[in-house]
């Protein structure tokens, strides 16, 4: 497990970063930025021929037992305009339904807060659901943001239909993970959290994603960790994370975090997506609509990354009258979205044909 050998690999990352991260210049001087935007497109572009994979994300409980201090749902958030929410199977029908049939999507991810009265069999009959719907048209992807599992519960989930899960690490600086995750739940455990992707891979799901939620913690220290990360998984099981989380952090309503100084720049956030590009070009970003949609069609540039269309935070956020948002998004909906992508050369995979699979197919055979 990566948590064995995390110590003396973090040893080295907190003297120092790794170049370039390490270089002051890394992502402001513009000579050097652009040159590196370049290569990363023509890298990207090698593989996956200006190619994105639109997904929308479907929140399904704002319930939350963790305290994370940078976040609205959290226990004891004291923003007044949040309304706790769980969806029933009803409403979880209806929202996909509206994302599919009225959006056109054809890949949704599944959203959960830390909620104590969700459990396993809940999020399996929610990912069955999911994918019945999703399979009426065409499709056949349904991926899951949720607290991490063991081995055998993804492998469960695997059974009836999950294509890709991910889990942020937040953080990889031990102090600044515990002090921004108090108490003693699940996500206090930062060795277990640590530990989650040699899960998803030992379970052989189709997607695994990391990332880390630049902005809590030194930047280059954090994105020097997730590249050692990526290297050791692909030493150790021959293959790594197949997608990248590029969250940055934004103000949230009820949180308490209120540190903005360790936030890369928006010239410096590009830089850290295309330096792993250029490292990991199979990896694809994980484009977030926290973001204005201009930058998202920067960061996309090249193809061969997950483009989020139609955004909610809110559980029943696309049919219900619900309120109360984790952070803050926009809300590219598709329709009208989708053909300004397309405007920037870039070709929209709606089916995900999935190269994920086959880059699966080709390493088992």
């Known amino acids: 497990m990566f948590s064995q050998a995390f110590d003396s690999l973090w040893g080295a990352v907190s003297t120092a970063p790794d170049a370039p991260l390490d270089q002051a210049e890394f992502g402001s001087d513009p000579v050097q930025l652009e040159a590196l ?34 976040c609205n749902y959290r226990a004891g958030s004291s923003d007044p305009g949040l309304k706790r929410v769980r969806l029933s199977d009803e409403d979880l029908a209806r ?59 993804y ?24 002090e921004l995750h108090p108490g003693t739940q699940t996500k206090s455990d930062f060795r277990h959290r640590l530990d989650s992707f040699d899960r998803m891979i030992q379970a052989e799901l189709e997607g695994v994603g990391y990332g880390v939620l630049s902005g809590l913690a030194d930047w280059r220290r954090d994105w020097s960790m997730l590249l050692r990360h990526q ?42 997506i295309a330096l792993h590009n250029v490292r990991f070009p199979d990896v ?32 029943g956020g696309y049919t219900l009258p619900n309120h109360g948002a984790q952070f803050v998004t926009g809300n590219y909906a598709a329709p009208r979205f989708a053909p300004l992508v397309e405007a920037t050369g870039l070709k929209l995979d709606w089916f995900w044909n999935s190269e994920l699979a086959e880059a699966e197919l080709a390493r088992k055979a």
Request: charged share 25%.
């Open 37 to 70: 935007l370049a290569r990363s497109r023509e890298t990207k572009f090698a593989q996956f021929g200006n190619t994105v994979f639109p997904v929308s994300p479907l929140y399904v409980t704002s319930i939350c037992k963790e305290k994370c201090t940078y």
């Open 95 to 153: 929202e996909v339904e509206f994302l599919v049939e009225t959006e056109g999507l054809r890949a949704v991810e599944l959203v959960y807060a830390s909620d104590p009265m969700l459990t396993h069999a809940d999020i399996t009959r929610h990912i069955a659901l999911t994918r019945r719907i999703v399979e009426r048209h065409g499709g056949h992807t349904v991926g899951l943001s949720a607290e991490p599992m063991s081995v055998d519960e």
């Open 155 to 178: 492998r469960a989930l695997k059974d009836v239909g999950l294509t890709f899960s991910v889990v942020w690490q937040e953080t990889y600086d031990p102090a600044r993970y515990a």
């Open 231 to 272: 290297q050791w998984l692909r030493d150790t099981y021959g293959r790594g994370c197949n997608i990248l989380g590029v969250p940055r952090l934004k103000a949230a309503p009820g949180s308490t975090f209120r540190e903005f100084s360790y936030a890369p720049t928006d010239d410096e956030f590009l830089a850290l």
């Open 284 to 315: 694809r970003p994980f484009v977030s609509t926290r973001e204005e949609f201009e930058l998202c069609l920067r960061m996309a540039q090249g193809g061969g990354c997950l483009f989020t269309l139609d955004c909610s935070t809110v559980p």
